[in-house]
């Protein structure tokens, strides 16, 4: 739905990477819990459906089952972190952890949800060459294709793109406090050992109780760059979704 061309392959490009990230974290990070592999995969899949809903063929992808699919997503979020939480930290904070998490998520199943109910809405109007219900069908030289035309779309819309701002700030400063105080050294040992209290200390995971339900872990080896590539990963998401949501207003 992206109609500026050069946001279009920023877009891309940037979901692309996220996906590829998260795939590759699923597949390598064998020493973690099920859970935390499985969020990572979860987390490729929204790059994957965000990465598509940039492109105007995008748009043809069945909008029910993905919807179904991110709302279940969400609420395993929240279910994981109160039945199998990564640490021995309280529920209540793996819970906290896992909100962004899940609202993330969700906010992926309002924006499919709108999109569907607006195309299929339109779907007699024989294309593009008019307004849909609850769309507006952009000028020429717009930004977007397509944009909310309700009222309170358009304020939902808003509202989550601010909240996803307020996660991408808030995500990309731990991660860059996360790989800053990560020790430079080559010696993987050494680095993985020292690493973890950093990340730790920093709260690049959730707390000290180790992995969040996004798979975050500041105890293993290795734990404070992938710490910091993770934290880094979700706040571009969560930027790159904010940038979708204000396009669509």
Do not use: E, Y
């Not at 406090?177 to 020790?183: E, H, Q, S, W």
């Amino acid at each position: 739905m992206i109609a500026a061309t050069g946001l279009r392959w920023i877009l891309t490009l940037l979901f692309c990477a996220l996906a590829a990230h998260g795939l590759w974290r699923a597949l390598t990070a064998r020493s973690h819990p099920w859970t935390a592999r499985l969020a990572h995969a979860l987390h490729a899949v929204m790059a994957l459906a965000m990465f598509a809903m940039a492109w105007s063929w995008g748009m043809d992808l069945p909008g029910t089952p993905q919807v179904v699919f991110f709302s279940v997503a969400a609420a395993w979020f929240l279910l994981v972190a109160l039945a199998v939480p990564n640490g021995p930290g309280p529920r209540a904070r793996a819970l906290v952890d896992a909100l962004p998490h899940a609202v993330m998520t969700g906010a992926m199943a309002w924006m499919v949800a709108a999109m569907s109910s607006a195309m299929s809405m339109g779907a007699t109007g024989g294309g593009h060459a008019h307004d849909m219900p609850g769309m507006d069908m952009s000028a020429p030289g717009a930004t977007a294709t397509m944009t909310l035309d309700d009222t309170a779309d358009r304020w939902s819309a808003v509202l989550l793109a601010l909240v996803l701002l307020a996660f991408a700030l808030w995500w990309l400063a731990k991660g860059f406090d996360t790989g800053r105080l990560a020790p430079r050294t080559t010696n993987g040992a050494a680095s993985s050992s020292a690493g973890a209290g950093s990340a730790a200390s920093n709260g690049a995971g959730p707390g000290s109780a180790g992995a969040d339900s996004a798979g975050t872990d500041s105890t293993r080896p290795g734990s404070a760059v992938h710490a910091a590539w993770d934290l880094g990963c979700h706040g571009l998401m969560a930027l790159g979704m904010a940038v979708m949501f204000i396009v669509m207003v």
